[in-house]
């Protein structure tokens, strides 16, 4: 007797958001968020010291969409 | 959900939504900015800070476009900051959005977060072109800002969950946002400096920036609802 194998796919909806996706969006929107919206050479001072307060050049590079979003500037 | 697929969709359309901000900034707000900056410049020139020489002109003009590229970079960076707060908040409100259709529920979902933590923001502080603001005074205006917008932030998220678990009368929700946030709006102080500039060209500016930011939340929402459609990153197939 031939025996039949009769696959089935079960689709279904969950809802529920992985944690680690939850952090990784959260950790993106942070700094996204600082960086274009705040950043007064804190972030590139991690790497370049005081430097990075008197250059600031995420805030200079970010500086035209940071007016154009509605961040307070200068 | 699939973290991956869920992250790839999210991002994806955050960073294509922040391109399109940056390219519309370009079109609309990059005007207003330059005669802005020009007014800066004048000023410079006024007081001896800077000398109006083909050789400040030449720096000027490759700052400027580089900041310009800049702009885009940023649309970018933001693009993907804001779209991993809408994403979340999408994939945790999804269920309880009206509609069958991912991409209407995206545009009200949109709607609502454009609402809370843009368009309130920025009837109570506009948003300023360059020569406006007092460098003085910006840790002040940064503050104040930010207090807004959480207060308008996480009041709209605390009265959503309040909406949810209402049974009745589910439109009070909506009002005790109103009046949550209309009391914040009249305690909070206005920003400090005073505008000396023509209010044509600040609000020109202001029109811009309102209407490429709403560009903005619309391509991020319609890009996500159909990425959201495609791939379907919520749902699990298993084989029995």
Redesign the interface.
């Given at each position: 007797m031939k025996m039949t194998k009769v696959?089935?796919?079960?689709?279904?909806?969950?809802?529920?958001?992985?944690k680690?996706?939850?952090a990784?969006?959260?950790v993106?929107?942070?700094?996204?968020?600082f960086?274009?919206?705040?950043d007064?050479g804190q972030i590139f001072s991690l790497v370049q010291g005081h430097q990075a307060y008197g250059q600031m050049y995420l805030h200079?590079?970010?500086?035209?969409?940071?007016?154009?979003?509605?961040?307070?500037?200068? | 959900m699939k973290s991956l697929h869920f992250l790839t969709v999210v991002l994806i359309a955050g960073l294509l939504a922040g391109l399109i901000h940056g390219f519309a900034n370009i079109v609309l707000v990059e005007p207003f900015l330059d005669t802005a900056i020009g007014i800066e410049n004048q000023r410079m020139f006024t007081s001896g800070e800077a000398k109006d020489t083909p050789e400040f002109w030449k720096t000027y003009s490759d700052y400027r476009l580089w900041q310009k590229q800049g702009s885009i970079i940023g649309g970018a960076m933001l693009g993907v900051a804001t779209g991993s707060l809408f994403g979340l908040v999408f994939a945790y409100s999804r269920h309880v959005l009206p509609s069958q259709s991912e991409i209407k529920k995206a545009l009200l979902l949109a709607a609502i977060m454009w609402t809370s933590i843009f368009f309130i923001p920025f009837l109570k502080y506009p948003a300023n072109p360059p020569t406006v603001g007092d460098p003085s005074t910006i840790a002040l205006r940064t503050t104040l800002y930010v207090v807004f917008l959480a207060l308008s932030g996480f009041g709209a998220l605390g009265f959503s969950i309040l909406y949810k678990k209402m049974q009745r009368k589910r439109s009070l929700a909506f009002l005790g946002y109103a009046v949550f946030v209309g009391i914040a709006f009249i305690v909070m102080p206005p920003y400090p400096d005073k505008i000396t500039i023509s209010m044509d060209l600040v609000n020109g500016f202001r029109m811009a920036s309102l209407i490429t930011m709403t560009i903005y939340w619309i391509a991020n929402a319609i890009i996500l609802g159909l990425l959201w459609k495609k791939f379907q990153p919520n749902s699990v197939t298993t084989r029995i």
């Open positions: 696959l089935q796919q079960l689709t279904k909806s969950q809802g529920k958001v992985p680690v996706a939850v990784v969006l959260l993106l929107f942070g700094i996204g968020f960086a274009v919206g705040f007064q200079e590079m970010t500086h035209d969409m940071r007016h154009a979003s509605g961040f307070p500037c200068h | -």
